[in-house]
């Protein structure tokens, strides 16, 4: 266990067993990666029960953590609410498109073979708007996510080696199998506060704070307040609060702040949980008749189209950082350590983004949304979210990351 702070001052130090770039790239990885590269984070409405702070023996943050990385919960039910605000302009649905799009799977538009079942596509709707959640698990070979929509329903269900996605809205099924029944499928967007506190406890390293912060009730259940603080300048932020079970260590509610402030930009917490054991019929599952049934084993099989899954670039940043960037680019890099962190890599293009005579009324409708920059690297756009920000210089670098804006100008410039 690496030392931290803590409500008892332990002295933050560095994981001995994991390399440096592993280190920088995990923190990379939270708020851009995990979250839907750089448009997506995850928030929740901040009204989850809460009856007073319960009076809890005293912990350190080190062994709250421990019993974090020690929680062995097999059996589980329960209600998670989770909105996105990424304090983008509306542009009537656009951007839901543009993230289907962009997750290139079956179903996205962009396969006429695909399935709308398809998870890979299906859960990067939890990037935006307000979504509830009935999630469900029977040890590592049984687990059920439900996402509730208006009128409609997609489930994903793993029992076994059968994994069914099935969307009630189109009655279309997505099916495909894992590799022994003992083996939970990755679903590649983060749905539950242990999924959030898992990414953020990666990137607890010393250039991070972290300490009790008293009690709370989540869901009913007693539980401690672990904060989690960038100690730099720079990043965009704020605090990760983590509500940890008091009884089974189980993270219930995540909360993510910016530092700007205001509301969350990541915040996902149970609104109903429950340990006991789920009735085996939660995961039977049988496609309905007349749905139309998507084998995703076939599909596959099939050649690429461009597409590329959110968790390829957590790889890409674990292993092809010194060679091979994302697709049309001549590496990527990370730069800066801890908290300002920040990804590069260059398109091998120039100009870029198109400007409103050089695109059209995508370049103008693009660069609207953008603050110009300029510095000793030339000049360029800063794409800003309230956590993840981009620029994209003249020349076809891109640098980005949860830091400010000057804090990219600093970089681009170093970087000549």
């Keep these: 266990m690496t030392p931290i702070d803590s409500d008892d001052n332990t002295?933050?130090?560095?994981?001995?067993?994991?390399?440096?770039?592993?280190?920088?790239?995990?923190?990379?990885?939270?708020?851009?990666?995990?979250?839907?590269?750089?448009?997506?984070?995850?928030?929740?409405?901040?009204?989850?029960?809460?009856?007073?702070?319960?009076?809890?023996?005293?912990?350190?943050?080190?062994?709250?953590?421990?019993?974090?990385?020690?929680?062995?919960?097999?059996?589980?039910?329960?209600?998670?609410?989770?909105?996105?605000?990424?304090?983008?302009?509306?542009?009537?649905?656009?951007e839901s498109g543009l993230m289907s799009g962009m997750s290139g799977g079956p179903g996205s538009g962009g396969?006429?073979?695909?399935?709308?079942?398809?998870?890979?596509?299906?859960?990067?709707?939890?990037?935006?708007?307000?979504?509830?959640?009935?999630?469900?698990?029977?040890?590592?070979?049984?687990?059920?996510?439900?996402?509730?929509?208006?009128?409609?329903?997609?489930?994903?269900?793993?029992?076994?080696?059968?994994?069914?996605?099935?969307?009630?809205?189109?009655?279309?099924?997505?099916?495909?199998?894992?590799?022994?029944?003992?083996?939970?499928?990755?679903?590649?967007?983060?749905?539950?506060?242990?999924d959030f506190a898992d990414q953020a406890l990666k990137a607890v390293d010393d250039t991070t704070s972290v300490t009790v912060d008293g009690t709370a009730q989540v869901a009913g259940r007693d539980a401690y307040r672990l904060v989690i603080k960038p100690k730099q300048s720079g990043s965009t932020v704020g605090a990760v609060t983590v509500a940890v079970d008091a009884?089974?260590?189980?993270?219930?509610?995540?909360?993510l702040t910016p530092q700007s402030g205001g509301a969350a930009v990541v915040d996902?917490?149970?609104?109903?949980?429950?340990?006991?054991?789920?009735?085996?019929?939660?995961?039977?599952?049988?496609?309905?008749?007349?749905?139309?049934?998507?084998?995703?084993?076939?599909?596959a099989k099939e050649p690429e189209h461009g597409r590329?899954?959110?968790?390829?670039?957590?790889?890409?940043?674990?292993?092809?950082?010194?060679?091979?960037?994302?697709?049309?680019?001549?590496?990527?890099?990370?730069?800066?350590?801890?908290w300002n962190s920040i990804a590069t890599f260059d398109t091998g293009g120039q100009g870029g983004m198109p400007t409103a005579s050089a695109g059209g009324d995508l370049g103008g409708f693009l660069g609207s949304f953008g603050d110009q920059v300029e510095g000793d690297f030339g000049s360029g756009t800063v794409f800003k979210t309230r956590l993840v920000n981009a620029l994209i210089t003249d020349d076809g670098k891109v640098y980005a990351g949860a830091v400010t804006k000057d804090a990219l100008v600093k970089a681009a410039d170093a970087a000549q």
Excluded: C
Excluded at 175 to 182: E, Q
Excluded at 268 to 296: I, L, M, Q, R
Excluded at 310 to 328: N, Q, V, W
């Design 111 to 194: 396969d006429e073979d695909g399935s709308a079942a398809d998870p890979s596509a299906k859960l990067t709707e939890l990037v935006s708007g307000t979504h509830t959640l009935r999630v469900a698990a029977d040890g590592p070979d049984r687990q059920k996510l439900s996402l509730l929509e208006n009128a409609a329903e997609y489930s994903l269900i793993h029992d076994g080696k059968d994994v069914w996605g099935y969307d009630s809205e189109s009655n279309e099924v997505y099916h495909s199998t894992v590799p022994g029944s003992a083996e939970q499928p990755e679903t590649e967007v983060p749905a539950t506060p242990k």
């Design 11 to 94: 002295t933050a130090g560095t994981d001995e067993d994991r390399p440096a770039g592993r280190r920088r790239a995990a923190r990379y990885v939270v708020p851009v990666a995990v979250m839907g590269v750089a448009a997506a984070t995850i928030g929740l409405v901040p009204a989850l029960a809460d009856s007073g702070d319960p009076d809890l023996p005293k912990v350190t943050a080190e062994q709250l953590i421990e019993k974090i990385a020690k929680a062995d919960v097999q059996q589980l039910s329960g209600t998670v609410k989770i909105t996105t605000d990424l304090g983008l302009p509306n542009l009537g649905g656009l």
């Design 308 to 338: 590329k899954a959110e968790g390829d670039l957590a790889k890409e940043l674990d292993g092809l950082r010194e060679k091979d960037g994302p697709s049309g680019t001549d590496g990527l890099e990370v730069i800066g350590e801890g």
């Design 268 to 299: 996902a917490g149970f609104t109903k949980v429950s340990f006991a054991k789920p009735d085996a019929s939660t995961f039977d599952f049988t496609p309905p008749k007349g749905a139309k049934v998507t084998e995703g084993d076939e599909v």
């Design 247 to 255: 009884k089974t260590g189980m993270p219930l509610k995540f909360t």
